[in-house]
Structures are given as C-alpha cells and as structure tokens.
C-alpha cells in the first residue's frame, strides 16, 4: 500500500476517536451512564493509539515500545492514589499533559529550523510558552496541595509587576523569534523564561483558590494541546485539545462565580494578605461551645439533618466516620442530606468524591442551590471543616473580602453546629460572624475524633 | 499562511462549542470525573508523540518525543482507571440495598 493509502486509513481512525470522545463526554453526563463515557474514551483512544503505530513515518519502534510500557508503569500507580490525593493527582496530571504538548512543540521546532515559517513560528511559540507554564504551574499546584510546599499565599512586594514582566519577556522573546525563526539560540531562553513563569504564576494562591487554579490549569493544557494540533495539522489533538479546553474552562468559570471573584482576582489578587489585620483587631467575642454528647442529644431528636462538608473533613480523612454518622441518623428515621459548595475542597466536586467514596449515596448529595431553600425547614445543620462557604457576612456586609460571594444558608436552620480545631481563622483570615451567633453551637475538635465520638454517643443511647 | 489552518480553525470551533454544550450538561457531582476524563482524552498527544520519536530524526527530537510518550501515556493509563474507579463508587440509595 502506498504511504498515502496508509494515511487515508489512519484518518478513519482518528475520526472514529473523535466520535468516540464526543460520546464519551455525553454519557458523562449522568451517573447512570458515566461509565460507559470512560469505556468509550478508552476505546477512541486505543483506536488512535494502534493506527498511529502504522503511521509510515516510524522508522524505528524501540523507544516508543519502551516508553510506552514506562507511560503504564508510571500511569498505573497514579491512578490508583488514595481519593483523598485526588486533587494533587490531577494537578500532577495537568503537568504532565502539557509537558508533553511542550516537548512535541519544541522537538517540531528543532525538526523544522532553520526552515521554520514566521506563521509556524508563531504558532510553536505560543504553544509552547502555554505548554511551559502550565506544566511549572500544576506542578507548584500540585506540592502544594501535598503539602511538600506551603498552602497559604507566598507574597512579596511588587509581584504582578515582576510576574508579568516575566511573561511580557516570554511574550517579547517569541515576537522576535516570530521576526527571525532561524535564531536557534533564543529558543531555550523563551522555553525557560515561560517555565518560571508557570511558577511565579502559582506560588502566589492559597489553598482556598485551588478549586480555579487547577481548572485554569486544565484548561491550560487543553488549550495547549490544541495549539499543538494546529502545528501539526492534526484535527485529532485539536478536537481533544479544545473539548479538553473547554471543559477547563467552563469550570474555571463555574468556581470564579461560586466565589464572586474574576480571573483577574484570583491570579493576581493574592486573597488573604489584606484581611489578617482587620481579622486580628476583632475583639474577643462569646461563643457557645458544645460536647459529643450535647451534639449527639440535639441530632438524636431532629427530624431533618443537613451535613456541611468542607476541606476540614478531607484532611481529618472524616469521611468514613461521617458516612457512619449518616447510617446512624438514618437509622432513628432522620433525613439527612449533604449540601455541598462548589468550591468546597480544593477542586471541584471533591467533597463529592470522598463522600461517594465513604458509600453516601449520591442521591442524599445535594447541590447549593438545590439545598438553601431548605435550611428554614432543618432542624440541625452540621458544619464539618467548612469555613468560608458558610459565611453570613457574604451576604451582609460590604466590607468583608468575601462579600458577594454565594454561600450556604446554614444560620437560617433551628441549630446550627460547627465542628472546628479552634476559634483560630484560616490562613485567609476571615472572621467568620456564624460562629457567635445565638443558635449556633461550636464543637471544638478534631473532625474525625469528634463525629467518631457523636457515634459512640448515639448507638450506646440505643 | 497555511492553506490547513482555516479549516483547524473550523474544528476548534466546532469543537469548542461541542464542549462547552457537553460539559454544561454534566452534574456538578461528576465534576472530579470530569476533570480526570478530560485528562485522559487530552493524552491523545501521544500520537504526535509516537511520530515524533519514531521518525528518529535527531538524538534531541527522538529523547523529547520519548519522554513525551511516556508522560502522556500515564496520563491516558492513569486518568481512565482512576475515573472508572470514582464513577464505580457514584451509588444511589436503592442500589446500595
């Protein structure tokens, strides 16, 4: 067969993988049919994966078979990660994804020159200055939320100027290459400057901004993977790429709108920094606190239980002792239901995994909007770890950095109890006005000790 | 310019708005899935990286496209398994009795 008759084939393919990954994306969509998605993007993907082993430009087989058994071997333990690293998994893979989307730009670069095109060198360019930050980014992302780096903001005076003098750098290198594609020597320059660019991007934003972080990433790497597309002239990756992209995308906006804040805001805002002196000049304010016992007595006689999770419970890993909270409620005929914030955790739809983990079924998970019209009609609504999402002042008063932003109704419920190491604030420093309220009871502790213990009390009271 | 790039830039378009429609119908409970899904499709990168390593052209091209395989293979490997594995654990009230 001709090397054109070859191709022709691989082709079909690639369509068929696009088609696949279409579908994938729609069954997606319920959690009757997600599973299918997975088998169907699986599928596409083998289909691609195979026909490009027939692609009459290999010439030699070695390094592929080695690298791809190397792919597995690496890919197969990380897919195995306990549900609680979950979100540094997916940082990691984001870095990975672009670093690939990176190297191919660059290795085309190097094929190429010095007959590289202006066109081809402006596409490359801005591929892989995209490839590059994302890659440093997810992975300063991803020590972070594995606590290898620190979680809480790292600022410094005059920031944004720096960082973006260095992505006006990466920018102002790429133009020139754009004017002169031949210059070789430029190239490692643009590639390195880009990568700390990814860094000085990431190191800034706190551990409560990670839910758009890691969507920005996503769509990040998608949209490198597109670009590369366009290099390469492959509608493959640019299908891949822009669905990847898009669904990075979408979710950076849903978390931007769950937290009233913009791009912008969250990239170059570095929350926290402003609000820690005005939450230190509070003064001392009374609060009730409460034992398992109380807690336990008050949750025996209600009739309709709303749970708050939020990071606090993924860290204590409480959810296995929640769910068993959640058996023993149902158990003594209570209704009890989950809200859950859009950004609660630190990606979006965690707090959903870990609970799906911990066997809470999914139907009892309910999202914001489905939930606040409820906490008039709940008799107790238990915080579990989460802070901000269940702050009032979002809602009254103009001068708190969170104003604005939607939050879960949880004061309007008869009681409302807050499981909390200490009265201290997170790192961002918000002084959080639910905590001294009349009919809100604080349950100092540690999330699992604590819940554990409200077990105890509740089946040794049967 | 290219005589391809309009037409690619027809199907990122296409493709783009395919997503956006798609991924606004998928349940914010999905949302980790959805994102290590995504992931994993977006490994399809591999097949350029295959290209490039197979075609051998310079030690520097043949490593970076290499190492490309091997960082977006994880991701397909990785990413599939791990969403099976969360959408397993997705159960209704009924199912679990």
Redesign the interface.
């Known amino acids: 067969m001709t090397i054109a008759g070859v191709q022709q084939y691989l082709d079909f393919a690639y369509v068929a993988a696009v088609i696949l990954f279409i579908l994938s994306l729609k069954w997606l969509s319920s959690p009757m049919t997600a599973r299918w998605g997975v088998l169907a993007g699986e599928i596409g993907s083998a289909i691609a994966v195979a026909a490009t082993l027939f692609n009459p430009e290999i010439v030699q087989y070695k390094w592929i078979i080695i690298m791809l058994i190397i792919g597995a071997g690496v890919g197969i333990p990380l897919g195995l990660v306990k549900m609680t690293a979950v979100p540094q998994r997916t940082a990691l893979s984001h870095a990975f994804g672009a670093a690939s989307a990176a190297m191919i730009g660059i290795a085309e670069y190097y094929v190429g020159v010095p007959h590289v095109t202006r066109f081809q060198m402006g596409e490359i360019g801005l591929e892989v200055i995209i490839g590059s930050l994302t890659f440093t980014g997810s992975l300063i992302a991803a020590g972070k939320l594995q606590e290898i780096l620190p979680q809480r903001p790292i600022v410094y005076r005059g920031q944004n100027i720096v960082s973006l003098a260095v992505l006006g750098l990466a920018v102002l290198l790429a133009i020139l290459m754009v004017v002169n594609p031949a210059q070789a020597w430029l190239f490692p320059i643009m590639v390195l400057v880009a990568l700390a660019f990814g860094v000085l991007l990431v190191t800034p934003i706190g551990g409560a901004d990670m839910p758009t972080v890691i969507s920005l990433l996503n769509s990040y790497a998608g949209f490198s993977a597109a670009l590369l597309g366009f290099v390469l002239n492959s509608k493959v990756l640019v299908v891949a790429g822009a669905l990847d992209g898009s669904s990075g995308f979408i979710l950076s906006v849903i978390m931007c709108k769950a937290m009233n804040r913009s791009f912008t805001n969250v990239l170059f805002g570095a929350f926290g920094q402003v609000t820690t002196s005005a939450a230190a000049a509070k003064e001392e304010r009374p609060v009730r606190s409460a034992s398992p016992e109380d807690a336990a007595g008050i949750l025996e006689v209600a009739r309709k239980v709303v749970i708050v999770p939020g990071y606090g419970m993924a860290v204590a890993q409480a959810q296995h002792k929640v769910r068993e909270l959640y058996d023993a409620l149902i158990k003594r005929g209570v209704d009890v239901q989950f809200a859950i914030h859009p950004v609660a955790g630190r990606m979006p739809g965690h707090m959903n995994v870990l609970l799906a983990e911990a066997d809470v079924p999914y139907d009892h998970l309910k999202e914001m909007d489905e939930i606040n019209g409820d906490f008039p009609q709940t008799d107790v609504a238990l915080v579990i770890g989460a802070n901000d999402v269940t702050n009032p002042a979002a809602k009254i008063d103009k001068s708190s950095p969170i104003f604005g932003m939607p939050v879960l109704d949880v004061e309007k419920a008869h009681t409302t109890m807050v499981i909390k190491r200490s009265m201290n604030p997170g790192f961002a420093g918000i002084d959080n006005p639910l905590y001294y309220m009349e009919n809100t009871l604080m349950l100092f502790g540690d999330a699992k000790a604590f819940v554990t213990n409200i077990v105890k009390q509740l089946s040794s009271q049967n | 310019?290219?005589p391809?790039?309009i037409s690619?830039v027809y199907?990122?378009i296409v493709?783009?708005?395919?997503?956006?429609e798609?991924?606004?119908?998928?349940?914010?409970?999905?949302?980790?899935?959805?994102?290590?899904?995504?992931?994993?499709?977006?490994?399809?990168?591999?097949?350029?990286?295959?290209?490039?390593?197979?075609?051998?052209?310079?030690a520097?091209?043949?490593v970076?496209?290499?190492?490309?395989?091997?960082?977006?293979?994880?991701?397909?490997?990785?990413?599939?398994?791990?969403?099976?594995?969360?959408?397993?654990?997705?159960?209704?009230?009924k199912?679990?009795q």
């Open positions: 310019m290219p391809d790039f690619n199907v990122f493709a783009g708005f395919c997503g956006v798609l991924i606004k119908r998928v349940s914010p409970l999905l949302h980790t899935p959805l994102m290590s899904l995504t992931n994993a499709l977006d490994a399809i990168v591999v097949v350029a990286a295959i290209i490039i390593a197979g075609r051998h052209e310079t520097l091209t043949t970076l496209g290499a190492i490309a395989i091997a960082a977006s293979f994880s991701n397909m490997v990785g990413g599939f398994f791990i969403t099976d594995r969360m959408l397993r654990m997705f159960k209704t009230g199912a679990k």
